[in-house]
């Protein structure tokens, strides 16, 4: 008996060597992805902040820029597709730990700024247009005066 409970412990414990050693080294992979996590994060707020203070973006749509482009950044330096909720809730974290110091930094477009921006533009447009009209209006006018001199002209 004694010598088959040696033999199943002989068996039994390079098994759980390599299931530990495993473990370890998943766990490895797992701290430097995490590592690498804050920074790529950062990454992501910055560009979608940067982008907020062109543009006006809602907070979903805000988000889910950084996350792209945090996701872009852990692919360039080597990573698989990394876990979206992990990363989104990294990004979250992140984003509160900073939000004051950026929005003083990166002051964001808002609703009524993108409102304003459109309408200016459009009004613009509209402008332009009518001067384009006058324009065309004027150089009538005046090829009218040209011909009505060359009939009065003929007409001596």
């Known amino acids: 008996i ?3 409970i040696v033999s199943i412990v ?7 060597g390599t299931y530990v050693i495993k473990l370890l080294k998943n766990h490895k992979q797992i701290e430097l992805a995490l590592a ?4 790529v994060a950062d ?4 560009v979608a902040q940067k982008l907020g203070a062109v543009d006006y973006l809602e907070g979903q749509a805000k988000k889910n820029i950084a996350i792209s ?3 872009d950044k852990l692919q360039q330096l080597g990573f698989d597709k ?9 990004i979250k974290t992140q984003y509160l730990a900073i939000a004051d110091e950026l929005n003083r930094s990166i002051p964001q477009v808002t609703k009524e700024q993108a409102d304003q921006a459109a309408k200016q533009a459009q009004l613009k447009q509209e402008q332009d247009a009518a001067k384009a009209k006058a324009d065309a209006l ?5 090829d009218l005066k040209n ?5 009065a002209e003929l007409s001596k």
């Open 2 to 4: 004694t010598d088959i």
């Open 147 to 151: 011909a009505q001199a060359k009939v």
């Open 36 to 39: 690498f996590l804050k920074p």
């Open 69 to 71: 482009k945090a996701q």
């Open 82 to 90: 990394a876990d979206e909720n992990l990363l989104a809730t990294t």
């Open 10 to 16: 002989a068996v039994i414990i390079p098994a759980i």
């Open 138 to 142: 004027a150089a009538a006018q005046a």
């Open 43 to 46: 990454y992501g707020i910055l």
